[in-house]
């Protein structure tokens, strides 16, 4: 079994900084790829930034320039350094992780609890 474990959500005021870390343990082969998803209220679930074994990564066009992904392979772990923060990223964010529990195994998708974010004066 894997779980992921999540970190470092919170209230901040606009413009203020958060930095979010999601842990990988358990029967881990490889881990291909992480990532960061938020859902508001209301709202559909979507992929925020991503980031591969290899360093690639993917932002949503509406933080770029103000979210940064960022992983240690060495511990299976991903940040989200979120700076410049506004209202509407007000969201539970979600850690997600593509994992192989052996060399042969299929890539399984794993999900963390989620941690809230919110971000009012």
């Known amino acids: 079994q894997v779980q992921l474990v999540e970190s470092g959500g919170g209230l901040v005021q606009p413009g203020g900084s958060l930095r979010l870390s999601c842990a990988a343990s358990?029967?881990?082969?490889?881990?291909?790829?992480m990532g960061w998803y938020r859902q508001a209220p209301g709202k559909q679930r979507e992929l925020v930034a991503g980031?591969?074994?290899?360093?690639?990564?993917y932002y949503v066009d509406s933080v770029k320039g103000r979210f940064t992904i960022s992983n240690d392979n060495a511990k299976n772990t991903a940040y989200l350094q979120m700076n410049s923060l506004k209202p509407e990223d007000t969201a539970v964010y979600y850690c997600?992780?593509?994992?192989?529990?052996?060399?042969?195994?299929?890539?399984?998708?794993?999900w963390g609890q989620g941690t809230q974010v919110t971000v009012s004066s």
């Open positions: 997600n992780a593509d994992v192989r529990v052996g060399l042969i195994s299929a890539l399984s998708e794993y």
């Open positions: 358990g029967s881990i082969f490889s881990v291909d790829a």
């Open positions: 980031i591969s074994s290899g360093g690639r990564t």
